[in-house]
């Protein structure tokens, strides 16, 4: 069987990048840890206003999505050191910001909404 559509737009297939855990370089700076690219069907949307109110207030009026995949798609875990996933679509870097899971309902099986962030207009960390 195969799964349901997850949205009313047809799923297209984007890059799903998962990074491995960091690590402390040499100058004392976290290094992004080893990255694995899968691609996934997904189905994707411009961020509506109630989505966008879920973002902090510097990001919402950022060229923001919405993902939807039976794929899991996770956020940056500082516990372990994970970053966050990141989804390439059309040639564009995302950065994931919020991410729920929905849990299989009937004839729908689990599935994952993520919001994401363009990656060249989130805000440069430590500098103007």
Known sequence: ????????T???T???????AQTIGSDGRPDRGS???TSIAATVAPASPRTLER???GMRTRSVLTVHAYDQIRTADQHTGTP???IVRGGITYAVEVVDE???LGPIPQHWQAIVVRLAELPAVGGP
């Not at 984007?14 to 491995?20: N, P």
Request: glycine content about 6%.
């Open 10 to 12: 047809a799923p297209e």
């Open 84 to 86: 966050g996933d990141e």
């Open 14 to 20: 984007v890059t799903l990048t998962r990074y491995a």
């Open 1 to 8: 069987m195969t799964a349901p559509p997850i949205g009313l």
């Open 55 to 57: 973002l902090p207030e």
């Open 102 to 104: 929905w849990p299989a």
């Open 35 to 37: 990255p694995t690219s």
